[in-house]
């Protein structure tokens, strides 16, 4: 599962298309409002969030990729973007490590929506239940075949994770080397991979077995174990969501003309 389990907090708690929905007016208006100060509010406020929710553990991983893009990019855009002009910084004195103003600008304007996009967007589908979220989806008018195979699509790469955990903890103890140098490394890749394919092949083909006996393609409707409800704040959430993108729609149409 994406979804913290045995968790009972605010944003676990909120409706899944909630979440959706308000990540996608946030991350609109993070586009289209290209503000320093909105940016980092958003970034902040995400940050708290995910801090009081027990996840910066997991996020750190997040920043330390956010910041190895981060480098890269002012590198690439500060010395290296054709519309370079106005010179900032000389590094090494007679060669062309030059950081200019242009591309850093650029830089600083890319980099301000990208760590937004990462705090609201792991917020919202780590606190997802991914069993109510194809209720939801459902609930929506989603035929329940497509939500079944959306819902179980994000569900693969946990599962394989954790199947590959197993598997190279089987191969460990039959003396497989699987740490040490690439050639070390490429060697243990086949008798790694090749269980892991075997088994997940095995389980797609117990569960068509399992889906069919329950009945998954009869024509009737379908009932659901878990009834996901709207909290009370749902709605405020929603509302002030696609008010922030709608705003920022319009902010980017007045500045166009």
Do not use: C
Not at 45 to 68: N, S
Not at 123 to 131: F, G
Request: net charge positive; no cysteine.
């Amino acid at each position: 599962m994406l979804q913290i389990k045995d968790k009972n907090t605010f944003f676990t708690r909120l409706y899944p298309m909630t979440k959706i929905w308000a990540s996608l007016g946030i991350v609109m208006g993070i586009f289209l409002f290209t503000n320093y100060y909105i940016s980092t509010i958003v970034f902040v406020l995400a940050m708290v969030a995910i801090l009081i929710e027990g996840m910066l553990k997991e996020f750190k991983v997040i920043l330390i990729a956010g910041l190895l893009i981060g480098v890269s990019l002012f590198l690439i855009q500060g010395i290296l973007n054709p519309i370079n002009e106005t010179v900032v910084w000389n590094v090494i004195p007679g060669t062309d490590i030059t950081f200019y103003k242009e591309g850093l600008i650029v830089a600083v304007n890319v980099y301000s929506r990208i760590m937004p996009l990462f705090g609201v967007l792991f917020l919202a589908i780590r606190t997802i239940n991914m069993t109510e979220f194809g209720v939801s989806l459902n609930k929506a008018g989603l035929p329940y075949k497509v939500g079944f195979v959306l819902t179980s699509t994000f569900q693969i790469i946990p599962v394989f994770n954790r199947e590959m955990h197993h598997i190279i903890n089987a191969q460990k103890s039959r003396g497989l080397e699987t740490d040490g140098n690439l050639l070390s490394r490429m060697k243990a890749f086949i008798p790694i991979m090749v269980p892991l394919i075997s088994n997940s092949l095995m389980k797609v083909q117990n569960q068509v077995i399992a889906l069919e006996s329950k009945g998954f393609n009869a024509n009737i409707k379908k009932t659901h174990f878990r009834n996901p409800e709207r909290t009370k704040y749902d709605r405020y959430i929603v509302i002030f969501s696609a008010l922030f993108g709608f705003a920022g729609l319009i902010y980017r149409i007045m500045i166009s003309t």
